[in-house]
């Protein structure tokens, strides 16, 4: 069994070495890299700290299996949302907790979203 921050360096230099913006890995490459049969939990988090604060990518487990990997920085240059734009001025309110939020109307349009996509998937490469 590999720690942490050994199974971190490996995912690293498999990043690198890849060439790419942004790559996926499946769970069994994981299980290699880590020498090991399961993953727990905690071990995917600590590794996902470490690659995060020492190396700049962001390790996030996908829907489909695996885990996905993009460098931080792609976020730097991001546009910012502002909330008063997107939420209602009744919504605002109920955020700021002067009045109750409607939150079966806030799930149900989350749960739409989610079931057609919410627009802000990149396209394939």
């Known amino acids: 069994m590999r720690t942490p921050q050994q199974i971190a360096l490996l995912i690293f230099i498999l990043f690198i070495r890849s060439r790419k913006n ?5 769970d069994v490459t994981f299980k290699k890299l880590a020498k090991r049969q399961n993953l ?3 071990l995917v988090n600590e590794v ?3 690659l995060d604060f ?3 990518l962001l390790l996030h487990e996908l829907d489909i299996g695996g885990f996905g990997i993009l460098p931080t920085k792609v976020l730097q240059g991001a546009s910012s949302t502002i909330a008063t734009r997107v939420f209602s ?8 907790g002067t009045e109750e939020l ?3 109307y806030l799930e149900n349009e989350a749960h739409l979203a989610l079931d057609k996509g919410d ?3 990149e396209e394939e490469e």
Do not use: P
Not at 89 to 96: K, M, P, T
């Open 22 to 26: 942004r790559t996926k890995i499946s």
């Open 40 to 42: 727990r939990a905690s």
């Open 48 to 50: 996902a700290r470490i």
């Open 54 to 56: 020492d190396y700049g």
């Open 89 to 96: 001025e009744e919504e605002q309110r109920g955020i700021l």
């Open 102 to 104: 409607d939150w079966q």
């Open 119 to 121: 627009g802000n998937e």
